[in-house]
């Protein structure tokens, strides 16, 4: 059994910043991707941000610039992290943390998290 739990939502004004946390934890021989999805009301869940299993990062071209993906891969912690700055109305969605775990040599799963709401308002 893998849990991911997001933590670090919430309500910020346009412009500005929040840090989302994504911590991994339960039966894991092994991490490989870590990401970020995020759904908005009335749209498809779209895919944010990753951070791959050799450290390399990408992201969607909506959020380029603007958000950082990183990972503490201190097995202890298994955390990712997504830093939003320059945040937009728009932004606003529920976000999902999402993995690709190894739980035994036989099995490689990909896991969610329950998703934080974060919504960007005046």
């Known amino acids: 059994q893998v849990d991911l739990v997001e933590s670090g939502g919430g309500l910020v004004q346009p412009g500005g910043s929040l840090r989302l946390s994504c911590k991994a934890s339960?039966?894991?021989?092994?991490?490989?991707?870590m990401g970020w999805y995020r759904q908005a009301p009335g749209k498809q869940r779209e895919w944010v941000a990753i951070v791959l299993a050799d450290g390399h990062t990408n992201y969607a071209d909506s959020v380029k610039g603007r958000f950082t993906v990183s990972r503490d891969r201190d097995s202890a912690k298994n955390t990712v992290y997504l830093q939003m700055n320059s945040l937009k109305t728009e932004d606003t969605a529920v976000y999902y943390c999402?993995?690709?775990?190894?739980?035994?040599?036989?099995?490689?799963?990909?896991?969610w998290g329950q998703g934080t709401q974060v919504t960007v308002s005046s």
């Open positions: 999402n993995s690709d775990i190894r739980i035994s040599p036989e099995s490689r799963e990909e896991y």
């Open positions: 339960g039966n894991i021989l092994n991490i490989y991707n």
